[in-house]
């Protein structure tokens, strides 16, 4: 039961553009929410978050949107530049549990320059 | 600030043989998990400490595997009788915890079993 899903296995964007990326859920338990990156042989690498209870989260080039009705929510950066290529993991964990993070299997990234 | 540090980076291991991967937290962390990541996978939870007490573990994690904190601090995750289907990206990460915490996610280390 995939809980978190990230249903684009990969997105080619122009350098200057927008990169939007987007994911769903299913746990209506869910309170919090974060987006990874990832490059090959590293760990990830924290880059944005949001609670629940907010719609929208910004820090610099990075938006996170929050749909809480739709399950759904979505990174976007602007303007995307070449060293954002890599894989961004969306996560989502339910606070006062374990807060073991949840996560969709990963949208490869490729900024075209 | 010094981050999560895992060691070793990598291990190539015979089926059969045991291994055992360390991790070293940010130094204020109480929190501390242990996640496997497969090829074209997310990764997965494993087990999670708060300081020295281990209070989830998944079902993910066989009777072959077995993790420690012992004073709080660093934390062990040992496999034992490796399989073919070890083989993945073992990532640590730790986090403080309070009601919404972000983990932070140390380089991991990649385990190959022949």
């Known amino acids: 039961d995939q809980q978190v899903k990230q249903n684009s296995p990969s997105l080619s964007v122009q350098e200057g553009r927008i990169s939007i990326l987007n994911c769903d859920y299913t746990?209506?338990?869910?309170?919090?929410f974060l987006w990874y990156k990832k490059y090959p042989a590293e760990g990830p690498t924290f880059l944005i978050s949001?609670?629940?209870?907010?719609d929208k989260n910004e820090d610099g080039r990075f938006t996170v949107f929050l749909n809480k009705s739709a399950k759904h929510l979505s990174l976007h950066i602007v303007p995307s530049q070449p060293g954002d290529s890599a894989v961004y993991f969306c996560?989502?964990?339910?606070?006062?549990?374990?807060?073991?993070?949840?996560f969709g299997t990963g949208t490869l990234l490729a900024v075209q320059p | 600030d010094t981050g999560v540090s895992q060691n070793p980076r990598h291990k190539i291991t015979k089926r059969g043989q045991n291994v055992t991967f360390r991790c070293d937290p940010i130094?204020?962390?109480?929190?501390l998990y242990w996640y496997r990541q497969t090829l074209g996978q997310g990764p997965e939870f494993l087990t999670y400490?708060?300081?020295?007490?281990?209070?989830?573990k998944s079902r993910l994690l066989s009777d072959r595997f077995s993790a420690e904190r012992p004073k709080g601090s660093f934390s062990t995750l040992e496999i034992q009788r490796t399989e073919q289907g070890d083989s993945a990206m073992y990532l640590c990460?730790?986090?403080?915890?309070?009601?919404?915490?972000?983990?932070?996610f140390g380089p991991g280390t990649r385990l190959l079993v022949l």
């Open positions: 400490f708060q300081n020295e007490a281990q209070l989830e």
């Open positions: 746990n209506s338990m869910f309170d919090y």
């Open positions: 949001i609670s629940s209870i907010k």
């Open positions: 990460a730790s986090s403080l915890a309070r009601g919404l915490e972000t983990q932070y």
């Open positions: 130094s204020e962390h109480n929190r």
């Open positions: 996560a989502a964990s339910e606070s006062g549990a374990t807060n073991k993070l949840i």
